[in-house]
């Protein structure tokens, strides 16, 4: 659905991108990663043909957006970090205007109404866009991006200025969505990443660092690393017994969580989850939970991050 091939750019004395490649097909999410000036924005930009690259290509559904700009950005939707709004227009007729513009080829009222239930604001169509909070003009900025339903949808900090729970809401929508658009989503909100995205690109100095599936990039794999353990019995018995399985190195007592039994943090070199097993079930204590910790999407994106760091000193 999108393939983007060798692409770089400059500007002046900066290189924004670095020959960069990536495919995405029909259906999935890609959550792009990268610190402020990574060239996320810049990427997203020349995809939806607002800027256009030194070198390399990219094509949406087989049409390359250099060659054949106006039939490629009819397949695109974008909502850019700051919703392109005309504050003095209602969102009604800021839609309508936005549906002409894009020559969209459905009845204008009923599709427009459709969208407007889909991203909740249709209680809000008459009113001025500049007197709306922010998080109804992003909402309103979304609904332009999904005008005509396009193929692709390209959303750069879709869920800025809205709350927890019409961020849930957004997120939601991203996911419903995907079943029939492929949507690259660019937050600096890891969580909203790791909720949403089926795969990750991390980018920095305009160069792509990492990339992988979602699940693969924030779980363990094989157990060993941590497990989170709640068991029943004497706090300090069960510490020294964890403590004297081979290959634990760490065990973090964690409180009291009901009476009589504890949580624990184990950290081990590898799965010692049967040795715990085995060494409770020798003792009159239970084992109320046991579970392996994920590494969760900050901490992959920190290791990656400061590992260039460490390697551009």
């Not at 070198?55 to 957006?65: A, L, M």
């Amino acid at each position: 659905m999108i393939k983007v091939r060798n692409l770089s750019k400059t500007y002046v004395k900066n290189k924004a991108l670095d020959n960069i490649s990536f495919t995405l097909e029909e259906g999935e999410i890609l959550g792009f990663l990268g610190p402020n000036g990574a060239g996320k924005s810049t990427t997203m930009n020349i995809i939806t043909g607002y800027l256009s690259g030194d070198e390399g290509s990219v094509e949406i559904d087989g049409v390359n957006i250099m060659e054949d700009p106006v039939r490629a950005k009819k397949k695109i939707g974008y909502l850019p970090e700051q919703p392109p709004l005309y504050n003095d227009m209602t969102v009604q007729k800021y839609l309508e205007f936005m549906f002409r513009l894009k020559k969209v080829r459905k009845p204008m009222k009923e599709h427009i109404a459709e969208i407007c239930e889909m991203v909740k604001i249709t209680d809000v169509c008459e009113r001025i866009i500049k007197h709306l909070s922010k998080g109804y003009r992003q909402r309103v900025g979304l609904a332009q991006a999904l005008l005509g339903y396009p193929q692709v949808l390209i959303l750069d900090e879709p869920t800025v200025g809205l709350d927890p729970q019409q961020i849930i809401e957004i997120r939601k929508l991203i996911r419903d969505l995907s079943k029939e658009h492929t949507i690259i989503l660019s937050s600096h909100v890891l969580s909203e990443i790791q909720a949403v995205c089926d795969k990750i690109i991390v980018i920095n100095h305009g160069k792509i660092i990492a990339r992988g599936l979602t699940a693969e990039m924030t779980q363990t794999g094989d157990s060993t690393g941590k497990l989170d353990l709640i068991i029943e019995g004497r706090r300090q018995t069960v510490n020294a017994l964890l403590s004297k399985i081979d290959g634990v190195t760490k065990v973090i007592e964690k409180g009291e969580c009901e009476k009589g039994s504890y949580e624990y943090t184990v950290e081990s070199k590898r799965d010692v989850r049967r040795l715990i097993f085995r060494a409770i079930s020798k003792t009159d204590f239970s084992i109320l939970s046991m579970s392996p910790v994920g590494v969760s999407l900050e901490d992959t994106y920190l290791r990656i991050i400061s590992g260039e760091s460490e390697e551009a000193e």
